[in-house]
């Protein structure tokens, strides 16, 4: 899959689950949009629905993705 289509999706996750209408990019920082740890456990749950992936119990850690750009790369390199 195309980066720029898995960034696009993943930005469509997160907007839908933060109800968020602002302009995101990949240099957003989660914490800044709003994400906090059980939205972000949503988003991971949404992110593992829509590509069919599934992120090892390792990778789930919220301070490990500080911006969209890291969550887009853990999902292209699993996707790969």
Known sequence: MV???VREKILEIIKQEL???QII???S???EIGVDSIA???I???IEEEFSIRFDDK???YNKY???GDLVVAVQSIIE
């Open 3 to 5: 980066v720029s289509d």
């Open 19 to 21: 109800d968020f209408h």
């Open 25 to 27: 990019h990949d240099e």
């Open 29 to 31: 920082k989660l914490e």
């Open 40 to 42: 972000f456990i949503s």
């Open 44 to 46: 991971i749950i949404a």
């Open 59 to 61: 990778q789930i850690i």
């Open 66 to 68: 500080q911006t969209i």
